[in-house]
């Protein structure tokens, strides 16, 4: 049954992971839209859980991943190709870093680059630390650079190494389950693969709706505090709409005449309206 939907609708997906991932995202938006104050409760408990008993796990294990990801770039295996042996990069090292940068920590980078650390020097998150102070400047800092440095490239670096040497070294799916094949072998092309797929495709899912959610709200309210168009709801969902468009259009055009342009104007108009001061406006 599923196949025949996938033919019928022309998707060029596995059915197991497309449709699955589709109903149980669907389903969340179903509840979360009348029951949106009882969702953000939970997930603010779930959140505060994780923080006060996980914490550490979450420090030590990204931590553990970029000595891991260092390790391996200075070793004998730093230096195998991502492809064939005689294969080159097809972008240059800026055209690289322009896409890494729009499709990483870009929109997150610009605002709370600056808020972040603001906001824990003005508030202090550790206890007995004085607004203001040195401590808190320094701590700040700390926490500002653990989250917008190196550690945060290594969530990105780690999987997309990982996922970019078993597609094009031995020539598995560009899937996440693919990274399981040491362990799972053929069975990654069976209903287990498939549910590796499906976690993966609803936390990037989740994931981008996040980062979608709070660049809109940054968007809005910089749009009201220049022109003042105002910060309600309608308004979002046009902006949501309008970012949607554009990165859709992106993708469809592919890396080459989409993504690849799309990254170099965002570089570009960062760099242009980052010193901008508006004070004046």
Known sequence: MLERLQRLLGLQTIPGVFFTSAAIASLF??????FDQAVADSFGVLT????????????????????????????RYGVIRLGGDDS?????????????????????????????????F????????????KRAAGDAMTLALYHFGLHTWTIFAMPGLAIGYFAYRHNLPM????????ILGKRVYGPLGWAV????????????????????????????YLFGVPSTGWVQVVLIAVIASIAAM???LG??????????????????????DVSHW
């Open 29 to 34: 938006v179903i509840l979360a839209i009348p």
């Open 175 to 182: 899937r996440i389950s693919s990274l399981f094949y040491p």
């Open 197 to 224: 797929d499906v976690i993966a495709v609803l936390g990037t899912l989740f994931g981008v709706a996040t980062s979608l959610g709070l660049g809109t709200l940054q968007l809005n309210s910089g749009l009201s």
């Open 88 to 120: 080159r990069p097809d972008y240059s090292n800026l055209t690289w870093f322009t896409m890494l940068f729009a499709a990483g920590i870009g929109t997150i980078l610009m605002f709370w680059g600056v808020a972040e650390p603001i906001s824990h």
């Open 250 to 252: 992106s993708v469809a």
């Open 255 to 276: 890396l080459d005449k989409g993504v690849r342009h799309l990254s170099q104007i965002n570089i570009f108009l960062a760099l242009l309206l980052g010193p901008v």
């Open 48 to 75: 505060g859980w994780v923080a006060r008993n996980l914490g550490w796990f979450y420090i030590v294990s990204v931590s553990a991943l970029l000595v891991f990801l260092l390790g391996l770039a200075v070793s």
């Open 122 to 133: 003005a508030n202090p998150p550790f206890e007995g630390v004085s607004a203001g102070s």
